[in-house]
């Protein structure tokens, strides 16, 4: 996990190094665009992960193992179910939990 104090911190370098890491998926969590207390950082975040969906798409290794996720605050609760969700997918990719 890296905690950054905005999601726009997070670089196509951070995502792409948990891949060459071996990390079978990822995803950041973001504000929802009108509760960014930084204005735009969600909105960086959007444009850098779905730039490295593309390139995972393009590398043929699957876009569908990056996500973001815009949340509402309060986050924590929101974000332990997503853990759980996605780790299940991980385990189980023919599961649909959305």
């Given at each position: 996990?890296?905690?950054?104090?905005?999601?726009?911190?997070?670089?196509?370098?951070?995502?792409?190094?948990?891949?060459?890491?071996?990390?079978?998926?990822?995803?950041?969590?973001?504000?929802?665009?009108?509760?960014?207390?930084?204005?735009?950082?969600?909105?960086?975040?959007?444009?850098?992960?779905?730039?490295?969906?593309?390139?995972?798409?393009?590398?043929?290794?699957?876009?569908?193992?990056?996500?973001?996720?815009?949340?509402?605050?309060?986050?924590a609760?929101?974000?332990?179910?997503?853990?759980?969700?996605?780790?299940a997918?991980?385990?189980?990719?023919?599961?649909?939990?959305?």
């Amino acid at each position: 996990m890296i905690k950054v104090l905005c999601s726009a911190k997070i670089s196509q370098d951070h995502l792409l190094r948990a891949f060459e890491l071996g990390a079978e998926g990822a995803f950041v969590v973001s504000c929802q665009g009108q509760t960014c207390h930084f204005a735009k950082g969600s909105f960086w975040a959007n444009k850098r992960v779905g730039y490295v969906q593309r390139i995972l798409k393009d590398l043929d290794f699957g876009e569908e193992r990056l996500k973001i996720f815009n949340l509402e605050p309060p986050y924590a609760a929101q974000i332990g179910a997503l853990i759980q969700k996605q780790s299940a997918q991980r385990r189980n990719p023919k599961v649909d939990l959305q």
